[in-house]
């Protein structure tokens, strides 16, 4: 009897995020066979456990133009899993699906199911990534999130900030790491805020949780949550920006949450829920990021590797979560470009791939230029 062919996972890379570089490592430890599709000099294609490179060429980047490249790598590739790495990508993606639609050939339905299997139910696809509507899908399933209201205009924000008090959180509807939004401790600020994010956005506003941020990477298919852990931001780059220094801790309300949106959306693949957590462990929403984040791949360290629930379901061999034991992790280079000094070096595990020294050598580089 043959034995069955290896899982095909295609990791789609377009804002060449330097974090995305360390996810094929722990998806061909997973089981899988590792392609990546990206630019010219994108550093994810430094990664030494990539067995085959598909190439965004310069002069490509007109929409009908990727599109068509999208299709010829899929269609030569044909993928189990795919990934889209950054907003622009799970945006693109998207618009990607829905160029496809019309189309009744054999060639544009294996081409849906592709994306199908790989991102779930397309009724939610956009309302994922949406702070606007991910925020609604909460609210809807009784997740707790801060006061809010949606803002059509600047007279709809100081609205709320009269009904409510400062400081007070500004967000556009699209955004990633921290972009996007503005803190804002007075009126004159929000006025400001608003003009600065682009006054014909439609915009999100909330009351600002005075706590630490946190999140819960998950692994999920067909809306069946299969793996997943929570981190605490010992350490962020900015006030509103990723995290650099992170404890991996249990917590049954935000795993729930997890699992409660991934139920609803139908959500496949890897995404991540962002939280703030107050003093008596209450967590409240904030968004969804559906792509795998910075801290997407620490979950083996934990005996939760995300990557491997998902090659286990696709395998039809499911994983097993092992015993959860707490740690906080260090990632380098960020928290040394954060901050040379760091105590948390000294203390906290060091998120370094020793095996891969190309890796090494741009996480250096990046280091070096932050302190010139």
């Known amino acids: 009897m043959s034995l069955p062919s290896k899982k095909r996972a295609l990791l789609i890379s377009l804002a060449q995020w330097p974090h995305i570089c360390r996810l094929p490592k722990y998806l061909s430890q997973a089981g899988f066979t590792v392609a990546t599709y990206s630019p010219e000099g994108d550093p994810l294609n430094l990664s030494q456990f990539i067995d085959k490179r598909y190439r965004l060429k310069k002069g490509s980047y007109e929409l009908g133009k990727i599109f068509a490249s999208f299709s010829q790598t899929l269609l030569d590739f044909e993928p189990d899993l795919i990934i889209a790495t950054d907003d622009d990508t799970v945006r693109l993606l998207g618009d990607y699906y829905k160029n496809l639609l019309p189309h009744n050939s054999e060639e544009a339905k294996k081409l849906i199911h592709m994306l199908e299997q790989s991102k779930g139910n397309p009724a939610f696809y956009q309302c994922v990534s949406s702070k606007i509507q991910s925020n609604n899908i909460a609210l809807k399933l009784g997740i707790s999130t801060p006061p809010q209201a949606i803002c059509a205009g600047i007279d709809d924000a100081l609205v709320f ?70 981190t605490i931001k010992e350490e962020i780059s900015s006030a509103t920006g990723p995290s650099t220094v992170v404890r991996l801790v249990e917590h049954p309300e935000m795993f729930e949450a997890a699992r409660q949106f991934a139920k609803h959306t139908g959500f496949s693949g890897i995404f991540s829920l962002d939280f703030m957590l107050d003093g008596d462990n209450k967590s ?84 070096s230029a932050g302190i010139k």
């Open 284 to 367: 409240y929403f904030l968004e969804c990021n559906p792509r795998p984040t910075s801290v997407s791949h620490l979950g083996y360290k934990i005996h939760c590797d995300l990557f491997a629930a998902l090659h286990g379901e696709l395998s039809q061999q499911p994983y097993q979560v092992g015993e959860f034991k707490e740690c906080i992790i260090a990632l380098l280079p960020k928290e040394l470009s954060r901050d040379i000094n760091s105590h948390w070096v000294n203390s906290a595990y060091h998120d370094v791939p020793w095996d891969e020294p190309q890796l090494v050598s741009l996480g250096l580089n990046s280091i």
């Open 161 to 230: 900030a009269e009904q409510q008090h400062f400081p007070l959180v500004l967000k556009n509807e699209f955004g990633f790491a921290g972009r996007e939004v503005k803190i804002c401790a007075t009126a004159q600020q929000l006025v400001e805020a608003y003009s600065e994010l682009g006054s014909d956005k439609k915009k999100l506003i909330q009351c600002y949780i005075n706590a630490k941020p946190a999140m819960c990477d998950a692994a999920a298919v067909n809306g069946k949550l299969l793996a997943g852990f929570v």
